[in-house]
């Protein structure tokens, strides 16, 4: 398993929603917690473009990071 940092800003929410139950700090908690999933996924996905064991994994992982950057078709290699 791997570590995952966070900001301090979302620890400290994520303590308050736990510990205290103060749930008015949920919003933002999902919303971070969403982009930082969102970065994993895409550095995932630009790893995986660059060192996936066939050329079809990497083609295929490569396309799918640059949908997802949002990179147009004329755009690309």
Do not use: P
């Not at 103060?22 to 630009?46: A, P, T, Y």
């Amino acid at each position: 398993m791997r570590n995952v940092q966070i900001s301090q800003e979302l620890f400290m929410q994520l303590l308050r929603f736990h510990l205290m139950e103060d749930e008015s700090c949920e919003k933002e908690i999902k919303q971070e917690l969403e982009k930082k999933m969102g970065r994993m996924v895409m550095r995932d996905l630009f790893g995986k473009s660059k060192t996936a064991s066939t050329e079809e994994e990497r083609e295929q992982a490569r396309k799918e990071y640059l949908d997802r950057r949002g990179v147009s078709e004329k755009f690309r290699w």
